[in-house]
């Protein structure tokens, strides 16, 4: 498995995980949009941690830089 996602990717996902489970807990979104929320939150986090999109692998998007390819 190929990284296919960049630093600054990584981080934007980790940051709107984070934001949906503050407004999730806050009671701000609730309900079955506040559980499929948390659901792609949890997606968005582990996706960063092993810097690879499956959704980007078919359409061949890699925002990684070149050195990160490893």
Request: hydrophobic share 50%.
């Amino acid at each position: 498995m190929k990284k296919n996602m960049g630093t600054a990717d990584r981080i934007m996902r980790v940051i709107i995980a984070a934001i949906v489970v503050i407004l999730y807990f806050t009671d701000t979104i609730s309900g079955t949009l506040g559980i499929v929320l948390l659901i792609l939150s949890g997606v968005f986090v582990l996706t960063s941690l092993v810097s690879f999109c499956p959704l980007y692998a078919p359409f061949g998007i890699k925002t990684c830089s070149l050195k990160d390819k490893k």
